[in-house]
């Protein structure tokens, strides 16, 4: 499908927030946010087989697109990514309000990140993240 992504060198199931959080307190790489995964089930028995976890590809349902724009300002770019909830997903007027997990119907994050592209000084970056979540109305269906 068109609409599943991936990313080798980083983690779009989670938040520019969280993957600094991460890396600055040098927990586990590999710790990818399992509601956003879609092919979880394929490698959770998969995982056990590998010893390299690089090998195993974690999709991800939604939307990732980048553009740079220069302005009279100063050059950016802007990220956007999308993730699908894989948790009580489903088509529109079928899957609404919460189910007794406390799931969202057609949960999705978005997160857009402007990252300033000047020319800084090494190991420092000028970069903002907005997450926005949505989801169905907030009724027991």
Not at 9 to 37: C, G, H, P, W
Not at 44 to 56: A, Y
């Amino acid at each position: 499908s068109k609409d599943f992504y991936f990313s080798y060198t980083y983690d779009i199931t989670s938040s520019l927030q969280d993957n600094v959080s991460r890396s600055l307190q040098l927990k586990n790489e590999y710790a990818f946010n399992d509601e956003f995964v879609w092919n979880t089930f394929l490698l959770t028995e998969f995982s056990n087989i590998v010893k390299r976890k690089d090998w195993l590809l974690h999709l991800s349902y939604g939307f990732v697109g980048s553009v740079s724009v220069r302005s009279f300002a100063f050059p950016f770019s802007i990220s956007l990514i999308a993730r699908r909830s894989r948790f009580y997903a489903g088509t529109r007027y079928l899957k609404r309000g919460v189910n007794e997990a406390g799931k969202t119907g057609n949960f999705v994050e978005i997160e857009q990140i402007v990252e300033d592209e000047r020319i800084q000084a090494p190991g420092k970056i000028s970069i903002s993240s907005y997450v926005h979540v949505r989801g169905s109305i907030p009724v027991l269906w």
